[in-house]
Nanobody, 126 residues
């Protein structure tokens, strides 16, 4: 089993920045390789892909809506994954979820991820 815990969500003004973190734990997380990703879900909307990173950090992917503003990274020694968010917009308001998918593929579809955190709320408002 893999447990994921997100943190870093907050209320920020438009144009502001946040850094979200996800900490992974569980014996199998150290045994197998996992791609990791961030998804987000706004009120009344489906959960959508934001960004993903390969197990070794060598490949990263972003939704078009966040390219140039969001940066994903991971530290396998610390079992953490971060999402640096700059130039926040009101439309970025959502609960942000960390997810892990076992293997070397890097899925961008919600249903391809095996483990999920509980989410952290990001609210962008003046």
């Amino acid at each position: 089993q893999v447990r994921l815990v997100e943190s870093g969500g907050d209320l920020v003004q438009p144009g502001g920045s946040l850094r979200l973190s996800c900490v992974a734990s569980g014996r199998t997380f150290s045994t197998y390789t996992y791609a990791m990703a961030w998804f987000r879900q706004a009120v009344g909307k489906d959960r959508e892909f934001v960004s993903a990173i390969s197990w070794d950090g060598g490949s990263t992917y972003y939704a078009d809506s966040v390219k140039g503003r969001f940066t994903i990274s991971r530290d396998n020694a610390k079992k953490t994954m971060d999402l640096q968010i700059n130039n926040l917009r009101p439309e970025d308001t959502a609960v942000y979820f960390c997810a892990a998918a076992r293997g070397t593929r890097v899925p961008k579809i919600r249903h391809d991820y095996d483990y999920w955190g509980q989410g952290t709320q990001v609210t962008v408002s003046s």
